[in-house]
Structure formats: C-alpha cells, structure tokens
C-alpha cells in the first residue's frame, strides 16, 4: 500500500500518542501534562494551501482579518485569485509576495483529489514545486489536510523549542536533527508532532507562572 496509516478521528491519535508513550517514557511524562490531544484535521484542497500561504510569518489575529477579506472578496476560489488584480489582492490584505505565491497556487492546476492517493514524499515534493510552498507548509497540509499519520515537520521553530525541553537538550536541536530524532517515532511522527505542540503549550505556560 503505497498510503500508510490516515488520522481520521480523536480514536486515531489516542493510538498513536499511546504507542509513544510506551515506547519513550518521555512522551508518556509529556502526556500526562498535557492531557488527550487534539484531532486538528482540516479539509484538503485549495483553501488550505491559500490559507497556510495567508499565515505564514503573521500573527494569528492578522491571518484571520486577511482571511476574512479574502473571502469577503471571493478570492478564495481558485479561479477567481487567479484572474485577481494586483489592487484587489493588495486591498485583501496580502503582501505583494503572498499575493504572488497565491496566484501561483491557484495557477498550478494541482489535482488535490489525486494527493489523498500519494505516498508522503511524492506528495511534499508535488507540493514545494508551487512558489511559496515551502517543505513545512507541505508537510503541514499532508499532516492536517490529508491526516498522514507519519509525517513530521521539523523545520517548525515550536517543535525544535518542545523537543529541546522534554529531551533536556543542551540547543535547540535543527531541522536536520530533529528529522533524525523523529525516525524513532514512526509510524506515529504526526502524532508525535501533535504531543509535542501541546506539551510546548503547557510548558510555556508553567514558565509564566514561575
């Protein structure tokens, strides 16, 4: 099969999260704090590569005000960004980059359908061939829009900063080194990566408190 295991419901991750927990005692401690995590699946397709291009390097109070308005506009349709001005895009809210990275994405004709199909790297690299769709973006869209089970995004600052603190790290490992680290949690990387998001949440949080 060439698809390996799909996160479809809460049941899924539970799996997931307890065979981490036995086998890294570190992710059991991380999952008493935090508790049951969450499912954080989303619908695949268009939107949700538009919107992950609309988040990146902004807040997310600014992400959802330039989401409104490009739905309030339409451009949230694939062909209606397409044939968009450069003024209407601009008074969307979208940088003149996003703005570019948008239209490329709507420009690309990528058949979604045909994704849900692919293995993990043929879907990444499908995907990092669309300006602006860097390798976190794509894996972020197979981890949550296609509910890849063993897919993990190491290039995200959250989870080199979540996994530098549960494994008492002396620096916060790199891109390349914690995609090493995550070898060790296959099949089960996104749920890992889903752990370790809550785990830097609760931690966080105890830090504030102090």
Known sequence: MLVGRIIRTEACVAEGAAWLAEREPRFAAALEMTGPLPLRRREDG??????????QQVSVA??????ARLEAAGLCDPGV???ASDEALRAAGLSRQKARYGQALAQAGIDFAAL???????????????????RWT???????????ADVFAPAD??????ARMLFG??????????????????PWRAVAA?????????????????
């Open 138 to 148: 794509a894996e972020i869209y197979a981890m949550f829009a296609l509910g890849r």
């Open 46 to 55: 268009f939107r949700a590569l538009l919107s992950a291009i609309v988040s």
């Open 169 to 186: 790290l002396e620096a916060r490992p790199g891109e390349k080194a914690l995609r090493a680290m995550a070898e060790a949690w296959s």
């Open 62 to 67: 600014s992400a959802n005000a330039i989401w």
């Open 194 to 210: 889903r752990l370790l998001w809550a785990y830097y949440r609760v931690a966080k949080e105890r830090e504030g408190i102090r």
């Open 81 to 83: 960004m397409a044939a």
């Open 116 to 134: 849900r199909d692919m293995p993990d790297e043929e879907v990444v690299a499908g995907l990092v061939a669309v300006p602006g769709i860097g």
């Open 157 to 162: 600052l959250a989870l080199q900063e979540a």
